[in-house]
């Protein structure tokens, strides 16, 4: 390999290994350009990138000599500063993770590479006069303006979206008033998930003593408030006074597809939960007042269009099996003298997890639609009214029995699309053919993904729960930071009356 094959193989990686980076960790598994924590680096990035821009058309096609020579040096330069201050920025605000870190020392030590073989070129051409040769290096030139256009839009990608994390602040933990007594200590179960996270935070901020269980207490979130960790329900002593227990632990039902193996650890997570907790409950000094058990709208299987409420009969599925099966293990619970919440809970919708930080970035690049016909259900709620309905539960003494988590204006596959286009300002157009879901995801895709239900939460409404978000379009505005509008704005009025109109629906019984 000559001089020269060495300087363009490390070109060549670095733009390569540079591309790696930024999709898969800054866009799919960090989602940077969804974290307000992150506008900082998102804008460094996006200076970087720029930077590369020039770099990239100036090696393409020209040779520089001179003053320009000395420029492409200083451009140089700035890269090493803005990459040291990108490393601080990252340490300063995020835990990376190990794929990261090594990737960024593998293109650290390339652009060293790079950079100590193209010096003495620069500071020989620096003593020639100043010009600006053109050159052609044949399909590297054009492989190089390719790189340059890409690092241009990503550039300009990253700048809009350090603009729009300002708009992406979240209420704070204490802002969600969740109304609980002083003084009270609540267990919380799977504190460690998206909505787990939110919880303990909430709960602890608004002064609520918090026992968390976890498998990885590294994990945990920081909080304003008393947290006691545990990784065993053992590990918390007869002598504990807890008021309250939520219950969220479980293998992520979408995480995969339904093997039989999967379906019996997805089941075995949530029951064997469940059993620790009545064996805790059992060996407690003092007992606590309430369980708030996580269940799923899937109780009800697919249903189509019809109306469903509290009351309504299930359809047979796996979704079902699940969720009777741990509803039935909760119930066990109410024979040791404690409240029994069962919460069904739809589509947890925010832009930190869940199914709405899966649909974000397609959706942003043009690539959302509809999933097969469109026309089934998505019951939904935001992830602070569900944390809202929690707190509301636990001081509500008539509910028990299960519990719709949803909002009052449900929509289907189509509509909710269709909002979300809209919040993003982005086509919504490009159809996922329903056979072609049932091929690639079996039941999984059958249940979650092409069926769905027609969810209200009537139990709910009938004992004056409020909803902050009932209406799923200025939800997403809000969520996605979309800048105002003015026709949403005119409509508003009209969207909330619709909503306050859910509490006409049919009457079903506020204890089930």
């Known amino acids: 390999m000559t001089f020269t094959d060495l300087i363009w193989a490390l070109i060549l990686t670095q733009i390569a290994l540079g591309a790696l980076d930024t999709f898969y960790h800054h866009e799919l598994t960090e989602r940077l350009a969804w974290r307000p924590s992150q506008q900082r680096e998102l804008k460094l990035h996006a200076g970087r990138n720029w930077l590369y821009t020039v770099l990239f058309a100036g090696i393409a096609w020209t040779m520089p000599h001179g003053w320009w020579a000395i420029l492409a040096g200083g451009l140089f330069a700035i890269e090493v500063v803005l990459t040291t201050l990108d490393f601080v920025e990252e340490d300063r605000s995020r835990k990376l993770p190990a794929s ?72 704070s933990p204490a802002a969600l008033s969740l109304g609980l007594p002083p003084n009270q200590t609540i267990l919380v179960t799977g504190a460690t998930g998206f909505i787990g996270t939110r919880l303990v935070q909430a709960l602890t901020a608004n002064g609520t003593q918090v026992i968390a269980l976890v498998r990885d207490p590294g994990r945990l979130p920081a909080v304003e408030g008393a947290l006691t960790v545990v990784t065993n329900l053992e590990q918390v002593p007869a002598s504990a006074r807890i008021d309250g ?6 293998e992520p039902i979408a995480a995969g597809l339904w093997t039989q193996r999967r379906k019996a650890a997805i089941l075995a997570s949530r029951i064997g939960t469940t059993r620790d907790i009545a064996a805790l409950i059992k060996r407690l000094d ?81 690539l959302g639609g509809p999933i097969g016909s469109g026309r089934q259900g998505m019951p939904w709620i935001t992830r602070d009214d569900l944390i809202r309905m929690m707190a509301f539960a636990l001081t509500t003494p008539s509910f028990d029995g299960p519990l719709n988590a949803v909002a009052p204006n449900p929509v289907d596959n189509q ?18 053919p329903g056979g072609l879901i049932r091929r690639a995801g079996g039941a999984m895709a059958e249940e979650l993904l092409l069926g769905g239900q027609n969810v209200r939460p009537v139990k709910a409404l009938a004992h004056g729960f409020a909803f902050n978000a009932p209406i799923l379009q200025p939800a997403l505005e809000a969520m996605t930071g979309a800048p105002a509008n003015p026709a949403l704005r005119r409509t508003l009025p009209l969207l909330v009356l619709t909503a306050v109109t859910q509490k006409n629906l049919p009457n079903a019984a506020t204890k089930t």
């Open 415 to 432: 509509a909710f699309v269709t909002a979300l286009g809209r919040s993003l300002r982005r086509p919504v157009w490009l159809r996922l």
């Open 286 to 366: 003092h007992r606590p007042q309430v369980l708030i058990n996580g269940s799923a709208t899937g109780w009800y299987g697919i249903r189509g269009d019809a109306v469903l409420d509290e009351t309504s009969a299930p359809a047979p599925c796996f979704s079902h099996t699940l969720c009777a099966a741990w509803e039935a293990e909760a119930d066990k619970v109410a024979a040791l003298g404690v409240r029994v919440v069962k919460l069904r809970i739809g589509l947890v919708l925010g832009i930190e997890g869940g199914v709405l930080s899966r649909l974000l970035i397609p959706f942003e690049l043009g």
């Open 245 to 250: 227990i939520i219950n969220l632990a479980g």
């Open 100 to 171: 990261e870190r090594v990737l960024h020392l593998i293109l650290t030590l390339c652009f060293g590479g790079m950079l100590a073989l193209l010096a003495p070129i620069l500071w020989n051409w620096a003593a020639q006069p100043s010009a600006l040769h053109a050159v052609n290096h044949c399909i590297l030139s054009w492989v190089l303006t390719v790189g340059s256009l890409g690092t241009l839009l990503l550039g300009l990608r990253e700048w809009l979206a350090a603009n729009r994390c300002r708009r992406l602040a979240t209420l």
